[in-house]
């Protein structure tokens, strides 16, 4: 679970309940994910306290579906919390020669924000709300703010709402279906043959 300190300067805050969230939310990301890149959706957090599980549930969400851009790591049944991050980081550093990773962990914020989603560039500092030394990761992160910050963290973490907690999750993992679908779609248009299909019919219409 994670506090955000500083956020880099690209930095956004999204409501899920708003009617524009899920093309907003995919498409900021999108703008930041380069091509020819493997993307690991690397999901912090553990089922042993409510509020820390967004990071598990969204990456349970997610290997349900049947995705075509993304690596999963971190789940319900397979957390990647504090007693294996480091382990895990390197698995992913082994398995993939320059991967895009993209970091998603619960985090306490203002009571206003409860309920929604900071998505940021640059990398996330796990653990830093209840004052835990992990290493930072991530050429991206998303922080679903499941409740409110400033006294108690860990009481906080483990009175959390569920339904905070689930909504948050069920949100992110079909924004991020979203930008799946976008990219699978953008990978088939620029194949070669595509490419070249669509020169050809420019070249008709012409």
């Not at 690991?40 to 990071?55: E, K, L």
Request: aromatic residues 8%; hydrophobic residues 40%.
């Amino acid at each position: 679970m994670n506090i955000p300190e500083v956020f880099p300067v690209e930095e956004e805050n999204f409501n899920i309940r708003d009617s524009s969230f899920y093309h907003d939310f995919s498409e900021a990301l999108y703008q930041w994910i380069p091509e020819h890149r493997e993307l690991v959706i690397a999901c912090v957090g553990t089922d042993r306290s409510t509020g820390d599980s967004f990071g598990p549930f969204v990456g349970s969400m997610l290997e349900e579906q049947e995705l075509h851009s993304f690596h999963v790591l971190g789940t319900i049944e397979e957390p990647l919390h504090a007693g294996n991050l480091e382990e895990r980081l390197s698995e992913i550093h082994d398995t993939f020669e320059h991967p895009f990773v993209i970091a998603v962990d619960a985090c306490l914020g203002r009571v206003s924000h409860i309920g929604s989603l900071n998505v940021a560039k640059g990398p996330l500092s796990p653990g830093a709300a209840l004052k835990k030394e992990l290493p930072k990761f991530g050429e991206a992160h998303i922080n679903g703010i499941v409740n409110v910050q400033g006294f108690m963290e860990f009481a906080v973490l483990q009175n959390t709402r569920l339904h905070t907690v689930l909504s948050l999750a069920s949100a992110t993992a079909s924004a991020l279906l979203t930008l799946d679908a976008k990219l699978k779609s953008e990978r088939i248009r620029t194949t070669p043959y595509n490419s070249l299909l669509n020169r050809g019919k420019k070249h008709v219409r012409d």
